[in-house]
T-cell receptor
């Protein structure tokens, strides 16, 4: 059974960079999945941030594209998110997820989520 | 972006009730529609993919229907463990989610 576990970023200062890593266990990051990041601000709905395939190909939410970078480390079976120039609006629960490469674009696997708070 | 609109945003129901949640896309998405259950402190869980296919391990009281722009998630007989927030998500283009429907105990 594939499991995903996000690292804990804790507190990030405004204008700083939010960095998260998602460790994949029970399966290979080189499988046919898009490895994704999704976030949920307090009291709001889910927002897709972006995704990466094990080849390194990426797709990003246009609304965040200028500030986001997602990378993959196949040797460690993990992938990472960097979000630059953060503000209080980036405070959210951040989830990593695995999305089917084929089919209806469904997110099969999810991590438990980690809270990132942007505050000075 | 394709906008996803869910209704209602919340509902109260009793154990054993039949519950229906609707999701409307701002343009046709064929059957590229998925449903998730999200409980506080837990990872979201895939229930239905491709509009009507039941994810492995999900109880058969959950079902999905629809195509094009209008979709429905039905819980045939609500159980105590079903109280949660439900989201639809389109996979036709850049993924977007509905605003969620919170199912609470009546």
């Amino acid at each position: 059974q594939v499991q995903l576990q996000e690292s804990a970023p804790g507190l990030v200062k405004p204008s700083g960079t939010l960095s998260l890593t998602c460790a994949v266990s029970g399966g290979s990051i080189s499988s046919t999945k898009w490895w994704s990041w999704v976030r949920q601000p307090p009291g709001k709905g889910l927002e897709w941030i972006g995704e990466i395939y094990h080849s390194g190909s990426t797709n990003y939410n246009p609304s965040l594209k200028s500030r986001v970078s997602i990378s993959v480390d196949k040797s460690k079976n993990q992938f990472s998110l960097k979000l630059n120039s953060v503000t209080a609006a980036d405070t959210a629960m951040y989830y990593c997820a695995g999305k089917s490469y084929y089919g209806s674009g469904n997110f099969d696997y999810w991590g438990q989520g980690t809270l990132a708070t942007v505050s000075s | 972006d394709i906008q996803m609109t869910q209704s209602p945003s919340s509902l109260s129901a009793s154990v054993g009730d039949r519950v229906t949640i609707t999701c409307r896309a701002s343009q046709s998405i064929s059957s590229y529609l998925n449903w998730y259950q999200h409980q506080p402190g837990k990872a979201p869980k895939l229930l239905i993919y491709a509009a009507s296919s039941l994810q492995s391990g999900v109880p058969s009281r959950f079902s999905g229907s629809g195509s094009g722009t209008d979709f429905t998630l039905t819980i045939s007989s609500l159980q105590p463990e079903d109280f949660a927030t439900y989201y639809c998500q389109q996979g036709y283009s850049t993924p977007t989610f509905g605003g969620g429907t919170k199912v609470a105990i009546k």
